[in-house]
């Protein structure tokens, strides 16, 4: 699976636009970009994926450079239970395909 | 359905002593997998299995770990001997067949705990 990129840390004011940002130069045309994010003391939990099209769900917002070169996951209104670390991961959806997780982004959401 | 349910969710054993780590996937899921968490190494995959088989176990990381899966509902996560450094969270994950478009669903982990 290609490698990601993400920036370490991000503070993100309450009710505002968080927009975590990834980049994956490397990937492959049958990769998907998937997110998930990690609460305090909590198992990793699915928010989003996509291939190319931007998606939307109830949760956030994911935009796919054309190139597919990076991608950004925007939560429209952060609250401070948002606060957490977000993985970027790219992976084939091919049956057995794990997920390997990188360092993600710490993101706080401040009052 | 109450989701992936992992126990103990917290567990300390002093050093040399065999831990047993339980896993109850979710009802029709296909595949389970076991993660570690720690701050050195971030999150691992360890082991996985579909339909109950072990298919890719390159992240165990010594002879000491083992895992089973004895039927659909059920995985163990055995360390023996136990060293300090295996402390860390444990994590199980399950999800559908063949991943397509689907998401892995996480419990909330153990963490083990050897002194």
């Known amino acids: 699976d290609a490698k990601t990129t993400q920036p370490t840390s991000m503070d993100c004011a309450e009710g505002r636009a968080a927009n975590l940002p990834c980049n994956h130069s490397t990937i492959s045309g049958n990769e998907y970009v998937y997110w998930y994010r990690q609460i305090h003391s909590q198992g990793p939990q699915y928010i989003i994926h996509g291939l190319k099209n931007n998606e939307t769900n109830e949760m956030a917002s994911l935009i796919i450079t054309e190139d597919r070169k990076s991608s950004t996951l925007i939560l429209p209104h952060a609250t401070l239970r948002d606060t957490a670390v977000y993985y970027c991961?790219?992976?084939?959806?091919?049956?057995?395909?794990?997920?390997?997780f990188g360092g993600g982004t710490r993101l706080m959401v401040k009052p | 359905d109450a989701g992936v349910i992992q126990s103990p969710r917290h567990e300390v054993t002093e050093m040399g002593q065999e831990v047993t780590l339980r896993c109850k996937p979710i009802?029709?899921?296909?595949?389970l997998f076991w993660y570690r968490q720690t701050m050195m190494r971030g999150l691992e995959l360890l082991i996985y299995f579909n339909n109950n088989v072990p298919i890719d176990d390159s992240g165990m990381p010594e002879d000491r770990f083992s895992a089973k899966m004895p039927n659909a509902s059920f995985s163990t996560l055995k360390i023996q001997p136990s060293e300090p450094r295996d402390s860390a969270v444990y994590f199980c994950?399950?999800?559908?067949?063949?991943?397509?478009?689907?998401?892995?669903?996480f419990g909330q982990g153990t963490r083990l705990t050897v002194v």
């Open positions: 991961i790219v992976r084939v959806n091919n049956a057995g395909n794990m997920l390997t």
């Open positions: 994950a399950s999800s559908p067949t063949g991943w397509a478009n689907t998401e892995a669903f």
């Open positions: 009802s029709g899921h296909d595949y």
